[in-house]
């Protein structure tokens, strides 16, 4: 089994007037149906009205995110545990139709000490 990361940036979802209810309704039919499979892990959003810090080794906070790269990082994220790649492709496709946007797909490498 390996686990996914199934994610889209927050600029994405380009919701039809008066249908934000129905994809919240649609996105959480998904969840419930990855839940009942067994496979859901994990999921959420970043809450973007919270600026990142930084925390060094010694301790120290530091306002705002150590790299450029992750100076925005934002958007939907829902992790699932599944047996192929095929799979992470189909549970992909699902949430994308439920949140009317493409999801970008990860694979976590495995890391047998956590």
């Known amino acids: 089994m390996n686990h996914y990361l ?3 940036p927050s600029g994405a979802m380009q919701i039809p007037e008066g249908e934000f209810q129905q994809v919240v309704d649609d996105s959480h039919a998904v969840i419930e ?3 009942a499979a067994g496979v859901y892990v994990f999921g959420g959003g970043i809450d973007e009205e919270v600026p990142p810090v930084t925390v060094a080794a010694d301790g120290t906070v530091t306002e705002g995110a150590s790299s450029p790269h992750t100076a925005r990082l ?3 994220y829902t992790v699932l545990k599944l047996e192929s790649r095929e799979q992470a492709e189909e549970w992909a496709a699902r949430i994308a139709t439920a949140c009317r946007c493409p999801q970008e797909l990860r694979r976590f490498g495995f890391d047998p000490a956590s």
């Open 6 to 8: 199934i994610s889209f």
């Open 33 to 35: 149906e990855a839940k």
């Open 74 to 76: 934002e958007g939907g």
